[in-house]
């Protein structure tokens, strides 16, 4: 049997320590978020931000509040891209948006937007698929500069021929370089995709239920929960969703072992859409 590390046996006292430490100074609640992910997290940060211990980083993000956003910057990273898996973006432009045409006003929800591609994504569907007008988007995080990064809309410009593939697989029927204008190693999307935008914070974790949705798209988010927050995710989306409205969720989620499985059937299983559907 290996013996676990001295070193490892004191940051597994440490960690605890400082998620309690950061709901009861911030109210941010990361305590029950899987631990192998955070885990590795906080070593990554507590490495970068020059500190020799977890301790040690407890101690300088409790006393300074100005280090607070490059923490969460580390506890809530989420590494995206525009119309990432294009199959899960052609399903809601040919399964969902033929149903979603049948109303006169949509509301969208993408929980956890992090830097804004899953957004833009889809206002750009909605823009092709003539839904836009009739749509309020919300974008939330509980990371303040990500929802910035969002509301700014700027990103690298290498990063951009990917983007444009994603797009086209996903049945785009424009250019991508018809909604962003290149400059200075950056590409700025058009600000009208954010006309139609709500940006907020909100937290999965503590806070309550958020409109009346008829899509929320929170892809590659549970993954990084435990087993009863993700289950206290999922009713919050239950509880969100107008009845027949759409749930989506990354390609490594699943309802399948939630407690509010029942209230979903499948509606394109392969690329996890689900609808709200009372028995």
Known sequence: MTETHPLEKIEDIEIPLLLEALYLRYHYDFRNYAMASIKRRLRQAREQMGFATISALQEGVLHDPA???????????????????????RAIR??????????????????????????????????????????????????????????????????????????RKSGGKSSL?????????????????????????????????FGEMNLISCRNVLIYFDRRLQDRALGLFKDSLTRKGFLGLGAKESLRFSDHAGSFKDFVREEKIYQRWDH
């Open 67 to 89: 280090m607070l956003p490059r923490l969460l910057g580390y506890l809530t990273v989420q590494v995206s891209e525009m119309f990432r898996d294009p199959g899960y973006f």
């Open 177 to 209: 370089s018809d909604y962003y204008r290149a400059a200075y190693g950056r590409a700025s999307f058009d600000k009208t995709l954010r006309d139609q935008v709500v940006f907020s914070d909100h937290s999965l974790v503590t806070d309550a239920v």
């Open 94 to 167: 040919e399964k969902v948006v033929p149903h979603l045409r049948t109303y006169p006003s949509l509301k969208v929800w993408v929980a956890g937007c992090s830097g804004g591609e899953e957004l833009y994504s889809l206002t750009i569907l909605f823009r092709e698929e003539g839904l836009e007008q009739r749509t309020l988007f919300y974008a939330t995080d509980i990371n303040h500069d990500a929802l910035q990064t969002a509301q700014a809309g700027i990103y690298e410009l290498d990063r951009i021929r990917l983007f444009t593939e994603n797009h």
